[in-house]
């Protein structure tokens, strides 16, 4: 096995390997990475010139080492590998500690990994710290009628029954003026502006509706949008990432029975829908009574005093906003 950095006439070589890797998903894919037009690197393991691990370097918008917004899960990805556990495993060991000793050189090392990566044993011996974050995952598998016996009954399924009987119109594909709206609505309120800007949140959107990846919901009430979703979807799963609501003319039950009919349009289409965002405070209490299931997964960063600045001075801002 070897360490080799990608050149760009091989990343489609990278997005072929993404297709098969049980941690693969569309975050880690160069023409989705280039949609949000960060920077990036893409480090792999190879033996006999087949890639057989790799991880996505990619620099946030404050230029570290993390996920960018809008790019859920990233970390280490494995080939499918032998049935045998013995062999897959010994490769995955081998594979993480060479990945390890490389990302060792990066200080603010700092990701969310995919759920499906399970094991960060490895990483731990190089020096690296593990946080594990959940996420609500409701699965597909299962009947839209056992998916819904499974919502809350008063806060989900009440809700979705006023929403519907106070006339409420579900949209799809919404013009983007008015899920930018109401998505930086919902950022003002809660006391900051969106974390991009219209302009780059445009860009993303319709590159990504070109690929066929993205799909816009809207709540409509007399004549006016006022809840809106964007979710970028694959085969494995549908990723709910962008909410926004206009509180002040929303009559209740509108965003819950959007997210509803969401769920029910990409029951056949994926694997998974996936809330993203399920730990925040504001929201965690609502995507839960969906009542999918709770699924960890890692953040892994490298223990250093940059990252221990970082993790302080992020738990200082949440405090100061969510007064926790």
């Not at 975050?27 to 790799?54: C, E, R, S």
């Not at 013009?175 to 302009?199: C, H, M, Y």
Request: hydrophobic share 35%; net charge positive; glycine share 6%.
């Amino acid at each position: 096995m070897e360490l080799r950095y990608l050149k760009k006439s091989d990343f489609e070589k990278w997005n072929e390997f993404i297709e098969d890797s049980p941690q693969g998903s569309l975050f880690a894919k160069t023409w989705y990475l280039d949609a949000l037009d960060v920077t990036y690197d893409i480090l792999t393991v190879q033996k006999n010139n087949k890639i057989v691990a790799g991880i996505v370097l990619a620099k946030n918008e404050l230029k570290t080492y993390a996920n960018p917004m809008l790019d859920k899960y990233l970390g280490i990805l494995f080939e499918k590998g032998s049935s045998n556990k013995h062999k897959r495993e010994s490769s995955e060991y081998k594979a993480m500690e060479l990945i390890a000793k490389e990302c060792q050189k990066i200080k603010s090392f700092d990701y969310y990994f995919h759920p499906n990566f399970t094991n960060w044993i490895p990483l731990s011996w190089y020096g690296f710290s593990q946080k594990t974050r959940y996420t609500y995952r409701i699965n597909n598998k299962n009947s839209l009628e056992a998916i819904y016996n499974n919502f809350h009954y008063g806060i989900v399924k009440n809700n979705i029954k006023k929403g519907q009987k106070s006339g409420v119109e579900i949209r799809e594909d919404i013009e983007f003026e008015i899920l930018w709206d109401l998505v930086n609505k919902t950022f003002l309120r809660q006391g900051g502006k969106a974390p991009f800007s219209k302009e780059r949140l445009y860009h993303y959107v319709e590159t990504l509706k070109k690929r066929g990846v993205f799909k816009s919901f809207g709540a409509c009430f007399k004549g006016e949008c006022v809840a809106a979703a964007g979710i970028v979807f694959e085969k494995k799963s549908a990723y709910f990432l962008l909410n926004g609501i206009d509180i002040k003319n929303m009559p209740r039950g509108a965003n819950t029975y959007m997210i509803y009919e969401a769920i029910k349009y990409f029951h056949k289409k994926c694997e998974y829908f996936d809330f993203e965002g399920s730990m925040l405070p504001g929201v965690e209490p609502l995507y839960r009574k969906f009542g999918g299931e709770r699924t960890p997964y890692y953040q892994i960063y490298n223990d250093t005093f940059f990252n221990f600045f970082k993790l302080k001075a992020k738990q200082f801002y949440k405090k100061l906003r969510y007064g926790r």
